[in-house]
């Protein structure tokens, strides 16, 4: 639960993979949520989800899945994931990369001020050239996670599959090699992220 020093709260690292496919929709599959508190990192919910509808492409040469990942008992039903993620993350403050994405394919909210998106960390941003102008169009494009760990934390990642664990561990490694400073910024009453399109607000509350 979120408590008075906002330094020692929990914080939990998401990056569900969207690696199903029925034609232009994507669905979502599996979900990794982790949790990090006071420097130690263990797995809340690292599952997968059975497909809610039709699946055209397991993207196997990309995330090292096929349809045995992806069938009960071995995965979830999607109202089930959904449910332990949304209970999981109530009253935590959310760390990500590109957390929009994560949120509308879980169809879930959270409130904007906890979250800490380091793809929208304008500190980061700009050490990758990313433009972090208020209402400026390019301003809305964001640093791939595999770069921002490379430039800020001098590491690669992900070298043959895409890997939900090390994506929520790199996000939140990110987040604290930044923390003591972003968390001022924001006690302060600030915000040191770019701003998101509106369209995006009703997955922030």
Not at 66 to 81: E, G, I, Y
Not at 127 to 140: E, F, K, M, V
Not at 167 to 175: I, Q
Request: proline share 7%; aromatic share 10%; hydrophobic share 40%.
């Amino acid at each position: 639960m979120v408590g008075s020093n906002i330094l020692l709260t929990p914080r939990v690292g998401q990056d569900p993979s969207n690696v199903t496919k029925r034609r232009d929709d994507w669905m979502v599959s599996p979900v990794s949520c982790r949790m990090h508190l006071r420097f130690i990192f263990f797995a809340l919910l690292d599952v997968y989800v059975t497909p809610t509808d039709t699946v055209t492409d397991y993207c196997t040469t990309t995330h090292g899945l096929d349809a045995r990942h992806l069938l009960p008992p071995a995965a979830v039903p999607f109202s089930t994931a959904k449910a332990n993620v949304a209970e999981l993350l109530r009253d935590h403050i959310l760390v990500g990369h590109a957390l929009w994405t994560s949120l509308a394919l879980l169809e879930l909210t959270h409130p904007a001020v906890l979250t800490r998106d380091v793809a929208t960390y304008s500190a980061f941003r700009e050490r990758l050239g990313y433009d972090s102008s208020a209402g400026s169009p390019s301003s809305w494009a964001y640093p791939p996670l595999k770069d921002l760990v490379r430039v800020i934390m001098r590491r690669d990642m992900e070298p043959l599959f895409v890997n939900t664990t090390e994506s929520a561990r790199a996000a939140m490694d990110l987040f604290r090699c930044h923390r003591e400073v972003w968390e001022a910024v924001v006690l302060n009453k600030g915000w040191p992220c770019v701003i998101l399109p509106s369209y995006y607000n009703h997955l922030y509350t």
